[in-house]
Nanobody, 121 residues
Framework: QVQLVESGGGSVQAGGSLRLSCAAS????????MGWFRQAPGKEREGVAL???????SYDDSVKGRFTISRENDKNIAYLQMNSLKPEDTAMYYC???????????????WGQGTQVTVSS
């Protein structure tokens, strides 16, 4: 059974930083691609950042230059460093993992339980 355990969410003021972590207790095959999606109340879910096993990354335009995704392959952990946070970044953030090529339009078999990020102005 795949498990993705997220941590690091919380409340910060605009301009602040948070670091999310996602630990996967699965085989490396199933974490070829790891990343983060988010969903704010009343809005559709959107992709934030993805990283593959070769550490190639993809970012949504809204977070480029502010967020950095990284991973430790030997530990099956992915991180999302979020700097210069804005109120519009407020959302539930979900870790995802899957064996296929990364893509925001792709489907992911494995999802974490979500961690809340709240940014106040």
């Amino acid at each position: 059974q795949v498990q993705l355990v997220e941590s690091g969410g919380g409340s910060v003021q605009a301009g602040g930083s948070l670091r999310l972590s996602c630990a996967a207790s699965v085989s490396a095959y199933n974490t070829y691609c790891m990343g983060w999606f988010r969903q704010a109340p009343g809005k559709e879910r959107e992709g934030v950042a993805l990283i593959d096993a070769y550490r190639r990354t993809s970012y949504d335009d809204s977070v480029k230059g502010r967020f950095t995704i990284s991973r430790e392959n030997d530990k099956n952990i992915a991180y999302l460093q979020m700097n210069s946070l804005k109120p519009e970044d407020t959302a539930m953030y979900y870790c995802v993992a899957g064996p296929r090529r990364c893509g925001f339009e792709g489907s992911y078999n494995y999802w974490g339980q979500g961690t809340q990020v709240t940014v106040s102005s």
